[in-house]
C-alpha cells in the first residue's frame, strides 16, 4: 500500500493538531505541525528584538535557524527544536499567538518554513496540518481536510489549554486573539487561509475527537483504496 500525503488547514483552535497527531499514530505516518514551524520562527524574533519590516534582518536571521522535529519516547510525541534547544512548550503561550500572524505574513518567513516542509513530505507518509499546506506547500496532495468549528468553541477549547499554563488569562482575551488571527491569516498577501477546492471540509463544533478521527479515517481508507 503505498504512502500518501494528507493535509489538513484550518482556523486556530479547530483541533487541526488533534486530528493530525492522532490519525498520523493510527496510520504510522510522520506528524509535522506547520504551525509549530511559524511559532518557534516568532519565539526566535522576539528573543532577539528582530525588526520584521528589514527584509535584510529577517533574511539574515533566519539562515542562522535551524528547526527540527523529535519524536520523545517519555511523552511520545514528537516536539519542535529551535537551534537544538527543546522549545516545544515555549511556544505556546499567548504572547507567541499574539505575535505569529504577523511574522508567518512575511514572504521571506514562509518560503523558509515552505522550503522545510516540502522536504520533510518528499518521502510521503505525512500528515501536515496548518493554514496553506493544501493550498501552498502540497497542492497534489491525494487528501486534503479543511476543518472549521463556530469560535465561541473554538475560544473554549484554546482558553481551556492555555488556563493552565496563565490562570489570569480571560476567555474574551482568547476570543479576541482568534477572531484577530483569523483575519489576518485570512487576509495576508502571501499563501492568505483558504479552503482548497479539492479539500473536504469537517465542521467538528459538535464532534467528540473519536468522532472527527473516524471521519478522517475513513477517508484515508477511501483514498488508499
Do not use: W
Given at each position: 500500500?503505498?504512502?500518501?500525503?494528507?493535509?489538513?488547514?484550518?482556523?486556530?483552535?479547530?483541533?487541526?493538531?488533534?486530528?493530525?497527531?492522532?490519525?498520523?499514530?493510527?496510520?504510522?505516518?510522520?506528524?509535522?505541525?506547520?504551525?509549530?514551524?511559524?511559532?518557534?520562527?516568532?519565539?526566535?524574533?522576539?528573543?532577539?528584538?528582530?525588526?520584521?519590516?528589514?527584509?535584510?534582518?529577517?533574511?539574515?536571521?533566519?539562515?542562522?535557524?535551524?528547526?527540527?522535529?523529535k519524536?520523545?519516547?517519555?511523552?511520545?510525541?514528537?516536539?519542535?527544536?529551535?537551534?537544538?534547544?527543546?522549545?516545544?512548550?515555549?511556544?505556546?503561550?499567548?504572547?507567541?499567538?499574539?505575535?505569529?500572524?504577523?511574522?508567518?505574513?512575511?514572504?521571506?518567513v514562509?518560503?523558509?518554513?515552505?522550503?522545510?516542509?516540502?522536504?520533510?513530505?518528499?518521502?510521503?507518509?505525512?500528515?501536515?496540518?496548518?493554514?496553506?499546506?493544501?493550498?501552498?506547500?502540497?497542492?497534489?496532495?491525494?487528501?486534503?481536510?479543511?476543518?472549521?468549528?463556530?469560535?465561541?468553541?473554538?475560544?473554549?477549547?484554546?482558553?481551556?489549554?492555555?488556563?493552565?499554563?496563565?490562570?489570569?488569562?480571560?476567555?474574551?482575551?482568547?476570543?479576541?486573539?482568534?477572531?484577530?488571527?483569523?483575519?489576518?491569516?485570512?487576509?495576508?498577501?502571501?499563501?492568505?487561509?483558504?479552503?482548497a477546492?479539492?479539500?473536504?471540509?469537517?465542521?467538528?463544533?459538535?464532534?467528540?475527537?473519536?468522532?472527527?478521527?473516524?471521519?478522517?479515517?475513513?477517508?484515508?481508507?477511501?483514498?488508499?483504496?
Amino acid at each position: 500500500m503505498n504512502n500518501i500525503i494528507i493535509t489538513i488547514d484550518g482556523y486556530s483552535a479547530c483541533g487541526k493538531s488533534t486530528l493530525a497527531k492522532q490519525l498520523a499514530k493510527k496510520l504510522g505516518y510522520v506528524y509535522v505541525d506547520s504551525g509549530a514551524m511559524y511559532r518557534a520562527v516568532t519565539l526566535h524574533f522576539l528573543r532577539n528584538h528582530i525588526d520584521c519590516t528589514n527584509t535584510a534582518e529577517v533574511i539574515s536571521t533566519l539562515n542562522n535557524i535551524t528547526i527540527e522535529f523529535k519524536f520523545n519516547d517519555h511523552a511520545q510525541q514528537s516536539e519542535i527544536y529551535l537551534n537544538d534547544e527543546n522549545v516545544e512548550y515555549l511556544i505556546r503561550n499567548l504572547v507567541i499567538a499574539e505575535k505569529v500572524s504577523e511574522v508567518a505574513s512575511i514572504k521571506e518567513v514562509r518560503s523558509f518554513a515552505v522550503a522545510q516542509q516540502q522536504k520533510i513530505g518528499e518521502k510521503k507518509g505525512i500528515v501536515m496540518d496548518g493554514r496553506d499546506i493544501g493550498t501552498t506547500v502540497f497542492p497534489n496532495a491525494e487528501l486534503k481536510i479543511f476543518m472549521i468549528a463556530d469560535i465561541t468553541v473554538r475560544s473554549e477549547r484554546r482558553f481551556v489549554e492555555l488556563f493552565n499554563k496563565n490562570p489570569n488569562i480571560t476567555i474574551e482575551e482568547v476570543e479576541s486573539n482568534l477572531e484577530m488571527r483569523d483575519y489576518t491569516d485570512s487576509n495576508r498577501e502571501i499563501s492568505p487561509l483558504r479552503k482548497a477546492v479539492d479539500a473536504i471540509e469537517i465542521d467538528n463544533t459538535f464532534l467528540s475527537i473519536d468522532q472527527q478521527l473516524d471521519i478522517a479515517t475513513q477517508l484515508t481508507t477511501e483514498k488508499l483504496q
